[in-house]
Nanobody
Framework: VQLQASGGGLVQSGGSLRLSCETS????????MGWYRQPPGKERALVAS???????NYADSVKGRFTISRDNAKKTVYLQMASLKPEDTAVYYC????????????WGQGTQVTVSS
């Protein structure tokens, strides 16, 4: 399984971005998918995840601002980010779990999101 994240960039505080993560391989529809981020000097942490049935989970810091979604036909997961803050600056990674697992086994290469104040 390969994951290709895209959509990062530089945006002003209060702006929006949409990240995409295209996957290859089989069984996308049964995988839990997630977006994680790693700010400079910090550990990678969960931002949002979505189950195979569409149930979502968000970090408290992004609730109400970010929306995760998936398109099983395109084997793609999205992260719509709004009302961005400088503290959202990080490298964002998408992760895919094996069927039945919660934690990711497969990772994309990361895409940089920088929010200027």
């Amino acid at each position: 399984v390969q994951l290709q994240a895209s959509g990062g960039g530089l945006v002003q505080s209060g702006g929006s971005l949409r990240l995409s993560c295209e996957t290859s391989g089989s069984r996308f529809s049964v995988r839990r998918m997630g977006w994680y981020r790693q700010p400079p000097g910090k550990e990678r942490a969960l931002v949002a995840s979505i189950s195979r049935l569409g149930s979502t989970n968000y970090a408290d810091s992004v609730k109400g601002r970010f929306t995760i979604s998936r398109d099983n036909a395109k084997k793609t997961v999205y992260l719509q980010m709004a009302s961005l803050k400088p503290e959202d600056t990080a490298v964002y990674y998408c992760g895919a779990s094996r069927a039945g697992d919660s934690d990711p086994t497969y990772w994309g290469q990361g895409t940089q999101v920088t929010v200027s104040s």
